[in-house]
């Protein structure tokens, strides 16, 4: 990519040989040369003219080497992406095999239960199989990182579920909405569908927090490579990588490669601004490896998201076993209903025989991916501080040691100044780059920012909890359901706790859009939605939600 021969030496000899061709090895970012036009090989002059390279006897004119100055810099910068692109493949690949396993998982429970539910619980099941879809819908859409609650994701499922179960349980009873509401107030005194709901909370919660914020942790990780990627040369680095990699060529001395030491400093200066993601990306790979051991267990999202479907049965189980109490129970808490007239006839009982559904065995493909993405992430850990030092040994021809033959940016010879440290701060002396430490660019800060947030929810992650919604009840500002959206503007019916309007947004995975987001998303809504619901209260306190 750069040029084999520039110019001959003044003696015709030095760095090359006397028919004026010159071995391909002089070469920076790249092994293959890039000849200039002949007539540039032929003309020594004075380098007063030049502007970067030393002034000494040169065969460059000031259009070459401002031509040479901006070529450096483009293939500089296209070397970076490259490094880039290479990591966010990695990346990239792990998200869509973890994504394809979790989401496999969630299919796989809702495919048996649709299998098995119809023939066990008859028109138990067939007359509320919007609800079990719609449940379905909701941890897909949370998985995917919509802003929805879990945890008020389950409870309205249930309560929805059991008003519709008791009404298919007792036909001939009159049950309007405020006879049903009573059974809402005492659903958790009674615990119709037993331990099921708890169990499914305590378990489905931890397992789908753990799942998303790892894959959302991949999705950030490679959005931040491919962002900081982009981020341009600055004029400074510009000069000092033409510096570094044609001067010595403009000299005719173009089999001299940079030393070692020399190329690291002009590109830790180059890269000072990168080299401050390292902390927190090591922050952010760290917290992915540990978040993994979560993925085990009872708890564990290979167990739990592919067996939703065992803890509905159980609570359908549990319901039927326990109709008389209940229905005992909430006579006796609630009134005793009115008979339907349009029934039938008395009340006939069809229990039907429980469901028993045997735990599917895990297959050992997601130990396999979390073994694969530990070793790439670990691998991974220093790819900012590292870069420099890659660029120049795989990019940039760089010398193999320091002697007398390497290039130091003024002649042949030793470089003496020391290497300077990884970062932004440790370039105030930097010999070979000016850098401005009191300037640092404003697209790597937010990318910084963006790893911090993200460590921070796979840390609350670890713990079981949904840094999205851990502190919604606090933020409500005491407004109850006036906050919330209707079912008609928001696409769902929402509990009376609304998460707080300061919560950060999760990181949407791909294939969920923002306006999926919204639409499942209770506190989502726009505000426009909130004057509506106001200018809509008197109806909708009239209706109730059309989904019984």
Known sequence: MWP??????RKGTEGGRRDGHQPAGGSILGKRGRRLPARASLRFSAGEHLRICPQGYTCCTSHMEENLANRSRAELETALLDSGRALQATLTTQLQNFDDHFQHLLNESERALQDTFPGAFGELYTQSARAFRDLYSELRLYYRGANL?????????????LERLFRQLHPQLLLPDDYLDCLGKQAEALRPFGEAPRELRLRATRAFVAARAFVQGLGVASDVVRK??????GPECSRAVMKLVYCAHCLGVPGARPCPDYCRNVLKGCLANQADLDAEWRN??????????K????????????????WLAEAINALQDNRDTLTAKVIQGCGNPKVNPQSSGPEQKQHRGKLVLPERPPTGSLEKLVSEAKAQLRDAQDFWISLPGMLCSEKMAMSTASDDRCWNGMAKGRYLPEVMGDGLANQINNPEVEVDITKPDMTVRQQIMQLKVMTNRLRSAYNGNDVDFQDASDDSSGS?????CPDDLCGRRVSKKSSSPRTTLTHALPGLSEREGQKTSASGCPRPC????????????????TWR
């Open 4 to 9: 084999a021969r520039c110019c001959k030496n």
């Open 149 to 161: 609650h879990l945890e008020e994701t389950l409870a309205e499922f249930w309560a929805r579920l």
């Open 228 to 233: 900081v990627a982009q981020v341009p040369l």
């Open 284 to 293: 952010l790979l760290d917290s992915m490896v540990l978040i993994t051991d």
């Open 295 to 310: 993925f085990w267990g009872p708890s564990g999202a290979e167990s739990v998201i592919g067996s939703v479907h065992l």
């Open 480 to 484: 109850g359901s006036g906050d919330s």
């Open 530 to 545: 909130v004057s509506l619901m106001l200018l809509l209260s008197l109806v909708l306190s009239a209706a109730r939600p």
